[in-house]
């Protein structure tokens, strides 16, 4: 098993509904370190920045508004393969299809509105990180 660290957002229907305490309690539960958080607004460019590879499609403007509605909780998790210990965590993007016990599978209420972003690969944490957490670069 390798230490590691990922990238989390709790979006902002996670925030607006009140759900933090209750979605970090998920990853502390589960073995997951939080090493860094912060509440804050997004600014547009990184949204851009953070989905990259969805830009040009059809449903970029929504999320890039609905990302932009509200604050955010952004962390930093470490932990045994954390990239795929957070994914599972967070469930299928459809909570429809996640199951019980995962964040979506117990709390979230559309694909659209899902509570969570988890990086998908090592190097996707990595680049989202030097994203939100620029001053984390060197630790």
Request: one cysteine or more.
């Amino acid at each position: 098993m390798q230490m590691e660290q990922t990238f989390s957002i709790i979006k902002p229907d996670g925030v607006k509904r009140n759900l933090i305490g209750k979605i970090l309690s998920y990853f502390e539960d589960n073995g997951l370190k939080i090493v860094a958080i912060k509440i804050c607004h997004v600014s547009e460019e990184q949204i851009r920045k953070l989905y990259i590879e969805h830009t040009e499609k059809a449903f970029f403007p929504e999320v890039l508004e609905f990302m932009k509605s509200a604050p955010v909780c952004m962390q930093i998790l470490e932990g045994e393969n954390s990239v795929l210990k957070n994914r599972s965590i967070m469930g299928d993007t459809d909570p429809k299809a996640a199951p019980k016990g995962t964040i979506r599978g117990d709390l979230a209420s559309s694909i659209e509105a899902n509570l969570v972003h988890g990086a998908a690969t090592l190097a996707d944490a990595q680049r989202e990180i030097s994203i939100f957490f620029p001053e984390w670069k060197n630790r």
